[in-house]
């Protein structure tokens, strides 16, 4: 293996974010592991990568479900197996769940599907990358969770999407300490209205807290690859503890 090769994870690989920070990492010249539910997406995004591939930088798809340990063993177990370590997870799967559905009526499946997705399924992985970026020679890496703006402020009915990105943040903390003694560092990257999939409904009207409906702005989805790729690319001395990025306009500084 080239010494100077850098290996990625990046989970919801398969859309949005996690499509544009690996296609960002392999025009950087990093090789990256895609992991995600839908092959024919990884594999979407695999060709997309390739086309901006620098130097030895390349992909692999693996599909993977976080909330299931098996799935999270397979995918660490195939980056150990093909490149004998990990200088870099991006934490990225998640789920929002039912949007609009009142917190006395939200199913108990539904909140599970979100907390397995969005918290059980980070730590697994942030813990397979853990033991590789202790094991391994150099040692150390980077981990990096994607937090949300709902990591500090919830948006209306929303209680079980909220509750997993407070939690996220609890979990980069503790990362981050535990991982002092073995140069592992942790960062979250807390992102607002990027144009994804997932934020096409920003432009119909959102509820906000006083209960009206607005169309809200929503910022390209680029800027936040290039932000992740900026804190992948510190050396380890350094760390960018939480970073912030959203639309300019959005509601959120005096949100409700």
């Known amino acids: 293996m080239d010494a100077e090769r850098k290996i990625a994870v990046v989970t919801g690989a398969g859309s949005g974010i996690g499509r544009g920070v690996s296609v960002a990492l392999t025009g950087a010249g990093w090789s990256v592991v895609l992991a995600g539910r839908k092959a024919e997406r990884l594999e979407e995004t695999a060709a997309m990568a390739a086309e901006s591939a620098s130097g030895t930088a390349g992909t692999v798809c693996v599909p993977t479900d976080v909330a299931r340990p098996e799935d999270v063993d397979a995918l660490f177990g195939t980056v150990r197996e093909r490149y004998g370590r990990i200088d870099f997870l991006f934490n990225n799967a998640g789920t929002f769940g039912p949007g609009g559905v009142p917190l006395e009526e939200l199913p108990y499946s539904a909140w599970r599907k979100v907390v397995d997705t969005n918290l059980t399924g980070s730590f ?35 209680v079980a999407y909220t509750a997993t990105k407070h939690a996220l943040t609890g979990l980069t903390k503790s990362l981050s300490l535990d991982g002092r003694p073995y140069r592992i560092a942790c960062g979250q990257i807390d992102i607002g209205n990027a144009a994804t999939d997932m934020t096409q409904r920003m432009g119909l009207g959102v509820p906000q807290a006083n209960g009206e409906l607005a169309v809200e702005p929503v910022m390209d989805a680029a800027d936040v690859a290039t932000t992740v790729l900026h804190m992948a690319e510190l050396p380890l001395e350094a760390n960018i503890q939480f970073a912030t990025v959203l639309a300019t306009a959005m509601p959120f500084i005096g949100r409700g």
């Open 124 to 158: 697994l992985c942030a813990q397979a990358a853990f033991r590789l970026m202790k094991d391994q020679d150099p040692q150390g890496g980077r981990i990096i969770n994607n937090g949300s703006i709902s990591a500090h402020t919830p948006r209306p009915r929303s």
